[in-house]
């Protein structure tokens, strides 16, 4: 038993391997010191990286978003431009039918033929805008309609089944596809 109180009051023993596990201990904090700068400056290095790609990804998408928008602008200008041509290509042989009737109407005395020339030239205006998507729609005798109708005035209705409605119309509404390209100018009763 004298062996075991003499291990137990011996604080040398004790104050030895105390001093070797915290130097064990503070070389291990220094280690880990060590380690976590080299992570926080391989963060550091990664994190920067990160941002300088980034930083060229957002750059290379502004520039491909501005040429897209400068492109767009331009095709919608050239679109706009050529959507014009085809039409008045199509107007064209009615131009040029027209003078044609011109020339001939200077030499000819016949009423009729002058009469039948103007129409001929009038249903052939009228199918090349029908081909484009252009139609005219009627509405004398219609209730108004202020989504296709322009109200130049009111008149007393010649008779109580026209109040409300289309007396007179003074000019044609137009459509082009679905949407109203012109309102029929009319006159309502009231």
């Keep these: 038993m004298e062996n075991?109180?003499?291990?137990?009051?011996?604080p040398e023993v004790n104050d030895d391997s105390g001093l070797d596990q915290t130097d064990n201990l503070n070389q291990n904090e220094e280690k880990t010191d060590e380690n976590s700068a080299k992570t926080e400056e391989k963060q550091g290095e990664d994190t920067a990286s990160k941002l300088a790609d980034l930083n060229d990804k957002y750059?290379?998408?502004?520039?491909?978003?501005d040429n897209f928008r400068k492109r767009t602008h331009k095709e919608k200008v050239d679109y706009l431009k050529t959507a014009n041509e085809e039409v008045l290509k199509a107007i064209l042989p009615v131009i040029d039918d027209f003078e044609r009737?011109?020339?001939?109407?200077?030499?000819?005395?016949?009423?009729?033929?002058?009469?039948?020339g103007v129409h001929l030239i009038y249903n052939?205006?009228?199918?090349?805008?029908?081909?484009?998507?252009?139609?005219?729609?009627?509405?004398?005798?219609?209730?108004?309609?202020?989504?296709?109708?322009?109200?130049?005035?009111?008149?007393?209705?010649?008779?109580?089944?026209l109040k409300g409605k289309v007396v007179d119309e003074l000019e044609k509404g137009y459509k082009l596809g679905d949407k109203v390209i012109?309102?029929?100018k009319v006159v309502v009763g009231s």
Excluded: W
């Design 4 to 10: 075991n109180d003499n291990l137990d009051n011996n």
């Design 124 to 161: 052939k205006l009228k199918n090349t805008t029908q081909q484009k998507g252009l139609t005219s729609f009627d509405c004398k005798g219609e209730v108004f309609d202020a989504d296709l109708m322009e109200a130049i005035t009111h008149i007393p209705a010649p008779s109580d089944e």
């Design 182 to 184: 012109r309102f029929a």
């Design 101 to 116: 009737a011109i020339k001939a109407n200077e030499n000819v005395t016949d009423v009729k033929a002058i009469k039948d």
């Design 59 to 65: 750059l290379r998408l502004y520039s491909e978003f």
